[in-house]
């Protein structure tokens, strides 16, 4: 079974930075594309990047220039550099596949607080 265990949020004030790590186990990661969501309070959630098994990235247009994910595929870790930060980035991050890929049971995520 797939576990997906997310991990490095936490308090920051905006402009500041935070790298998110996520862990997956119980399959082969290297073969899988990858990406990170977030669920703010009483919304859905999104999309925010995603990276294939070449490391191709794609970021929804809010995080461009921002946010930075890749991974490493021997650590079989995929991760979020999330740099000026905005009080609109406050949310629960979560990684997994990409939907088209299908989803894996979701992890218990890590909370992102952007406040002064």
């Known amino acids: 079974q797939v576990q997906l265990v997310e991990s490095g949020g936490g308090l920051v004030r905006p402009g500041g930075s935070l790298r998110l790590f996520c862990v997956v186990s119980?399959?082969?990661?290297?073969?899988?594309?990858m990406a990170w969501y977030r669920q703010a309070p009483g919304k859905e959630r999104e999309l925010v990047a995603t990276?294939?098994?070449?490391?191709?990235?794609t970021y929804v247009d809010s995080v461009k220039g921002r946010f930075t994910i890749s991974r490493d595929n021997a650590k079989n870790t995929v991760y979020l550099e999330m740099n000026s930060l905005e009080p609109e980035d406050t949310a629960v991050y979560y990684c997994?596949?990409?939907?088209?890929?299908?989803?894996w049971g979701w992890g218990q995520g890590t909370q992102v607080t952007v406040s002064s």
């Open positions: 990276i294939t098994n070449r490391a191709y990235a």
């Open positions: 119980g399959t082969i990661f290297s073969v899988y594309p």
């Open positions: 997994n596949r990409p939907r088209v890929s299908g989803w």
